[in-house]
């Protein structure tokens, strides 16, 4: 599988951390993007290695910035659901899996 997809909610909330980092220290949005993206990768290399939080939803979390990226497993793509803050309310992306691609 190499084909993933983000939720557009997801998208906006990864896009808007990038702003927010970039705002904090000029280059810092470029490392948490390049962050984001090897955690994608490695979701996108094997996909069922990370445990499964709810359902069939999964969470990677980054190495270097408290996210973690939240998926799912689809028939011919990952879908990203969030790229989500660990200071997050847990539960904020829920309502997505009512509009989720598949």
Not at 2 to 24: G, I, K, M, N, Q
Not at 35 to 53: F, H
Request: charged fraction near 25%; aromatic fraction near 12%; charge should be neutral.
């Amino acid at each position: 599988m190499t084909l993933y997809e983000f939720h557009p909610d997801a998208r906006v909330e990864y896009l808007e951390s990038v702003v927010y980092y970039e705002s904090r220290q000029p280059g810092l949005g470029a490392r948490f993007t390049i962050e984001v993206e090897r955690t994608i990768e490695r979701i996108v290399e094997a996909p069922t290695r990370w445990r499964k939080i709810q359902g069939e939803i999964r969470r990677c979390l980054a190495h270097t910035f408290p996210y973690g990226v939240l998926y799912s497993v689809e028939a011919d793509h990952v879908l990203i659901l969030a790229v989500m803050h660990h200071s997050r309310t847990p539960d904020y992306w829920r309502n997505r899996l009512s509009s989720r691609a598949g």
